[in-house]
């Protein structure tokens, strides 16, 4: 994709609440490669057609927070017990466990596109 589609990405995570470093630019573009091959595999098509570039940009955002998130580089786990191990989150993590799940692309929307493989 070009700059200007990250850029977009760049503006919609900001949009969210997601502030960029110049060290999240690699991971981010990783993520861009991912969703698009997710898309184009999904619906077995070698182009993107523009409607569904909005659910790609919100995709892309989702797989970035997601894997800013996690739980080793955030710590969002409140409280820990050893014994049985017993786990306890964050509203934060809840928040943006729902927040990642509204922005990935639904299945139902991505069927539409969806064409035959021969």
């Known amino acids: 994709m070009t700059t200007e589609f990250q850029k977009e990405i760049i503006t919609r995570l900001s949009d969210l609440g ?3 470093k110049e060290d999240d630019i690699p991971y981010l573009k ?5 969703a698009e091959s997710y898309f184009k595999n999904f619906c077995h098509i070698k182009k993107i057609p523009d409607e569904l570039m909005p659910y790609l940009k919100d995709h892309c955002c989702g797989l970035f927070i997601k894997g ?3 739980l080793a580089e955030n710590n969002m786990v409140h409280s820990a017990k050893i014994g049985d ?3 306890t989150f964050d ?3 809840k928040e943006n466990n729902n927040l990642i ?10 069927m539409c596109y969806r064409k035959l493989s021969w």
Do not use: G
């Not at 799940?101 to 991505?110: G, Y």
């Open 30 to 34: 990783d993520c861009i490669v991912k």
């Open 85 to 87: 191990v017993s786990l």
């Open 18 to 20: 997601f502030i960029l």
């Open 68 to 70: 800013k998130t996690s």
């Open 91 to 93: 509203e934060k993590s």
């Open 101 to 110: 799940q509204n922005l990935f692309c639904p299945r139902e929307v991505l």
